[in-house]
């Protein structure tokens, strides 16, 4: 029961970091009915630009502190991130109004692979450093309850609670804010949006704000486990079947997708694996997202779409 609950414990917050990176995914699609395959490329490039920060910022003003470096860090990171995003909508979006999804998927497909090539030109291509004090030993608990207790991660509960509160942020967002309430409305129908005086430009912006925000959490935090490399951008096809699993348009349903997938992949690694010759780990969330797929569509959480004739 020990190494069970050891293995579950681990899979769920392992889920928690995939859901990190799929609720980058359903903001872009609750405010624009796309999905946004640049949001890979957005972790990617947010980590590099928080791990290029906090290694210049003590070189160029002289001070030691890694408090201060990773502070100023954010800070710029998230101010670059704000800028690719008013950028995206400047160049690239503002000329797609009312287009078909898959010009708006093919666009943001665009973005991804341009993106990835500014991240190499800017700040380099080597595998870079993230330390944000994240504690890396392990949690030992209930050593009198099971022998020799069980072994958690102290980084990957710290990541889970980050990302509790940016789900809570988020909803609330969503929810209660006008800003919020007019992302949902530009999602349902962009023309309608704009005939009530929704600026859809302004709204994108936003949007691709936050997910840019999204995207530098999740960065910093695989950053810190991984360290910051090209690969990194590769984490966020695991967030797919996060998507399809808890549905596109549903932030909680993102984080149950991430858990189910993250303790499905982990369970079957270590039960079915020794049975299956292992490698579930790597196909597992994509067969689980393709059954869904095939039964409920929508998802988990995702909103059914009745079209009547």
């Excluded at 102290?154 to 990302?163: H, N, R, T, Y």
Aim: glycine fraction near 12%.
């Amino acid at each position: 029961m020990g190494f069970f609950l050891e293995t579950l414990f681990g899979g769920l917050m392992v889920g928690m970091l995939y859901s990190l990176i799929a609720i980058g995914f359903v903001l872009i699609y609750k405010a624009s009915g796309v999905f946004n395959f640049a949001q890979g490329a957005m972790v990617l490039f947010a980590a590099l630009a928080m791990a290029r920060f906090a290694e210049w910022f003590p070189l160029w003003f002289g001070f030691q502190s890694l408090v201060l470096a990773n502070l100023l860090a954010f800070i710029a990171a998230m101010g670059v991130m704000v800028v690719v995003a008013w950028l995206i909508e400047r160049l690239a979006l503002r000329k797609l109004v009312n287009q078909e999804g898959v010009t708006l998927l093919m666009a943001t497909l665009g973005i991804a692979y341009f993106l990835d090539g500014l991240g190499q030109t800017l700040f380099g291509n080597d595998i870079y450093k993230i330390d944000v004090g994240m504690p890396k030993e392990p949690l030992l608990v209930f050593d009198k309850v099971f022998e020799g207790g069980l072994l958690i991660s102290q980084e990957d509960l710290v990541a889970a609670g980050i990302a509790a509160l940016l789900v809570v942020l988020l909803a609330l967002f969503f929810q209660k804010t006008a800003t919020g309430r007019a992302l949902r409305a530009v999602a349902d129908d962009h023309q309608a949006a704009q005939s009530i005086g929704i600026p859809l430009s302004r709204i994108w912006v936003i949007v691709w704000s936050v997910a840019g925000f999204s995207a530098l959490v999740a960065g910093i935090i695989w950053g810190s486990k991984l360290g910051v490399q090209f690969s990194l951008s590769l984490v966020a096809l695991k967030a797919l079947p996060v998507v399809i699993l808890g549905g596109l348009t549903s932030i909680p349903g993102a984080i149950i997708g991430g858990l189910l997938i993250g303790v499905g992949e982990k369970l079957s690694e270590i039960y079915l694996g020794p049975l299956l010759g292992g490698g579930i780990e790597i196909w597992f969330a994509y067969v689980l997202a393709l059954g869904f797929l095939l039964v409920r569509p929508q998802g988990l959480f995702g909103e059914k779409i009745i079209d009547r004739v």
